[in-house]
DNA sequence: CCCTGATTCGC
DNA sequence: GCGAATCAGG
């Protein structure tokens, strides 16, 4: 079964590719990926750097033949982060755990991983920092 | 030979 | 858009 890149499994990728995990241990922590697929999906994203621009390539015809692609050349930059939540999540107890912001933060598996815990805003899985975040590129047209 | 990310290109 | 195959570097 594929399940296809849903904005949560992109928000993931996202966050775990910045937070220095390999293509590898993304693909394993995401499920049902495979390390290309990691990489793949990141590089249509904008993420990776452009240090080893691989070009000087023959290309005789391993698989088939020509396809007419013009390059790709330059690729948009993401947005900066905006400001980060400093502010200390509530208190346990301040708020229902369906109000709190259900974001990782940190590296998943290690032993201070959690969750942001800052209140939700609307419907939203995320406090509004992570909405930002996390729906960056949508909500854009109109 | 193991790993890493990056790119190409058929689907 | 997706990802295996492939490349290039460590």
């Known amino acids: 079964?594929?399940?296809?890149?849903?904005?949560?499994?992109?928000?993931?990728?996202?966050?775990?590719?910045?937070?220095?995990?390999?293509?590898?241990?993304?693909?394993?922590?995401?499920?049902?990926v495979t390390r290309n697929a990691v990489i793949g999906k990141a590089n249509r994203l904008g993420l990776s750097k452009p240090g080893r621009p691989r070009s000087v390539k023959p290309k005789p015809s391993p698989r088939r033949h020509i396809a007419p692609r013009p390059a790709q050349g330059l690729r948009p930059e993401p947005e900066e982060t905006?400001?980060?939540?400093?502010?200390?999540?509530?208190?346990?107890?301040?708020?229902?755990?369906?109000?709190?912001c259900q974001f990782p933060i940190g590296h998943?598996?290690?032993?201070?991983?959690?969750?942001?815990?800052?209140?939700?805003?609307?419907?939203?899985?995320?406090c509004n920092?992570?909405?930002?975040?996390?729906?960056?590129?949508?909500?854009a047209a109109a």
């Open 1 to 32: 079964m594929s399940a296809g890149w849903t904005e949560e499994r992109v928000v993931r990728l996202r966050e775990l590719w910045g937070s220095g995990m390999t293509a590898a241990q993304i693909a394993d922590e995401l499920g049902d």
């Open 82 to 100: 905006p400001e980060a939540p400093l502010a200390p999540p509530p208190p346990p107890g301040a708020l229902p755990q369906h109000r709190r």
């Open 108 to 126: 998943p598996g290690d032993d201070d991983f959690r969750f942001c815990d800052h209140e939700t805003v609307s419907g939203k899985p995320y």
């Open 129 to 139: 920092y992570h909405c930002r975040v996390a729906y960056r590129q949508r909500v």
